[in-house]
């Protein structure tokens, strides 16, 4: 399961909205509990690719660096990432499990239609390596709670 | 040298997220690293021996890659070496 509290949920899809019509990205830090990702803060990432950005995304490297430093600054991990798919289903493409390498992470794909936020969904890259991997449904809690 | 791993690597080294691996270039201390976790080679590394496409590894804040002498740079002490895969994707519209 994915644990994210209310202004991360709806501040990662705002980040969709605003990239509309191109894909956005990015990063959730957090840390493991009793199985679940718990997620504290997302960041926001450029999405580097230059060509068909609309249907593809990359994280610079260098912004990942800093995202894993500031996860462990604050005694975190990096639990997930984050994506949207434009005028398109939150549903992973054979790209997004190509291109994931992040095994028992979540990713996260909202779908942005004619540039509103739809669906929000998760998938757990799960399996032993690159020959085995795949996507499995994860379901998403939403914290509401103060302090969550 | 110490070798920071990321959240899929640290299954494979007794779940640690910072592994001391002494050496004196990249490739060195790369290689105390699977020395010491042999099961994060076939992650690193295709059957080529060479490191797989998807896996950045980077100096302090410099990509490996883009060093003169690449993995047969020199390390020094403060130096820290991050492993870090890739993340990309995208819908099939």
Not at chain 1, 111 to 129: F, P, Q, W
Not at chain 2, 47 to 76: C, Q, T, W
């Amino acid at each position: 399961m994915l644990k994210i509290p209310r202004e991360q949920f709806d501040g990662l899809r705002a980040h969709g909205e605003a990239e509309y019509p191109q894909e956005c990205c990015g990063v959730l830090i957090g840390k493991l509990s009793d199985g679940s990702r718990v997620v504290k803060e997302f960041i926001r990432c450029r999405n580097s690719q230059t060509l068909m950005a609309d249907r593809r995304y990359s994280i610079p490297a260098e912004e990942l660096i800093a995202a894993q430093r500031r996860a462990r600054e604050q005694d975190m991990d990096i639990v997930g990432f984050y994506h949207s798919h434009p005028d398109h289903p939150p549903q992973w493409s054979s790209h997004d499990l190509e291109e994931a390498h992040w095994f028992a992470c979540s990713y996260v794909i909202t779908g942005i239609e004619k540039g509103r936020a739809g669906d929000t969904k998760s998938y757990v890259l799960c399996g032993n390596d690159e020959e085995t991997k795949r996507f499995d449904n994860e379901e998403i809690e939403v914290l509401t709670e103060v302090g969550a | 040298m110490k070798i920071y791993l990321p959240t899929p690597l640290r299954p494979y080294a007794d779940k640690r997220s910072v592994v001391d691996a002494p050496g004196a270039t990249i490739a060195e201390a790369m290689r105390s690293l699977t020395n010491q976790y042999p099961d994060l080679k076939g992650y690193i590394y295709s059957d080529d021996g060479n490191v797989r496409g998807f896996v950045n590894i980077y100096l302090n804040d410099e990509d490996v890659r883009y060093l003169p002498a690449k993995m047969n740079s020199p390390l020094h002490d403060s130096d820290t070496l991050t492993i870090m895969p890739s993340i990309a994707g995208g819908s099939n519209r």
